[in-house]
């Protein structure tokens, strides 16, 4: 019988079956990834990444706008 939950599998994420999945799972995928990247890129886990908005009136263009739309 299919899940009826696309995308997300509770038998996964019920804690009772599986209490440490998720660490153990982040942090193997986070070895072999590592493996993979070039030797000046980490494979990090619980990096934050945060993203804050510039006053419209502070930002400004870098390069052409002809560049920058693509225009012959």
Known sequence: MPSPFPGMDP???DP??????HAR???NWSD???D???EQYEARID???R???VNPSKRKLIGRVED???AP
């Open 11 to 13: 038998y996964l994420e």
């Open 16 to 21: 009772a079956f599986w209490p440490d999945f």
């Open 25 to 27: 799972f982040l942090y």
């Open 32 to 34: 072999a990834l590592a």
């Open 36 to 38: 993979l990247l070039p």
């Open 47 to 49: 990096e934050t990444v």
């Open 51 to 53: 993203l804050v908005e």
């Open 68 to 70: 920058w739309r693509g």
